[in-house]
Every structure is written in structure tokens, then in C-alpha cells.
């Protein structure tokens, strides 16, 4: 089971909308495509053991982290905690973000 927090649906919607409105993607719908492809991965493998832990100045954020790599210049970090079979997916960010060198440093 997959659970989202607040925070993630929030943030997510708010990506979707900087996706459309500074025209990385040119239709709303192609936005909307490029988030369900995110939502897919995660569903798909959530579960699987690619899943990391979370560097500790991320893990206010999730004890694992999963990676989407979205095309050649985007790779999204999906935070999340897990308790047996039950999945809280809490923060997502992408390697344009400013605190993305922080998750190598570690």
C-alpha cells in the first residue's frame, strides 16, 4: 500500500504547475503525462530493493529514497518511509534544486 503525505501532493501539484506555466512543457496535458510517468514509477517500484537511505540531512524527509530519471538532464529523489508492506511517500525534489549536491556529500 502507498500512501502520499500532504506535503508530496502539494509539492507535486506545484511541480506540475512550474512544468506548464515556464513552458518546459508546452500543454498542460504533456504536465500532467510527465506526473502520472512519476506516479507510475513510484507505484512500480516503491517496493523493489533500488530504494536507498536516506542521506541524514534528508531523512527529516524519509529513511529511503528512490531515483526517477525522468530524461538525460532530470533525475527526481522520492522520499519515503516504509513499515512492512506500507509505503509514506513524503518529499520530492530533482537535481535543478539547490540542495541536490547535499545528497552526494554524504
Do not use: C
Not at 500532504?6 to 506526473?35: C, M, P, R, T
Amino acid at each position: 500500500m502507498i500512501f502520499y503525505s500532504d506535503e508530496f501532493e502539494s509539492q507535486f501539484n506545484e511541480i506540475i504547475d512550474v512544468l506548464y506555466k515556464k513552458e518546459y512543457l508546452g500543454f498542460k496535458e504533456s504536465a500532467l503525462d510527465y506526473g502520472d510517468r512519476i506516479y507510475d514509477f513510484i507505484f512500480k517500484n516503491i517496493n523493489k530493493p533500488i530504494s536507498k537511505l536516506s542521506p541524514k540531512a534528508f531523512q527529516k524527509f524519509g529513511e529511503y529514497y528512490i531515483k526517477y530519471k525522468a530524461n538525460e538532464n532530470t533525475t527526481w529523489y522520492i522520499f519515503f518511509d516504509r513499515k512492512d508492506n506500507r509505503f509514506l511517500v513524503n518529499h520530492i525534489l530533482n537535481n535543478h534544486t539547490e540542495h541536490f549536491p547535499e545528497l552526494f556529500l554524504e
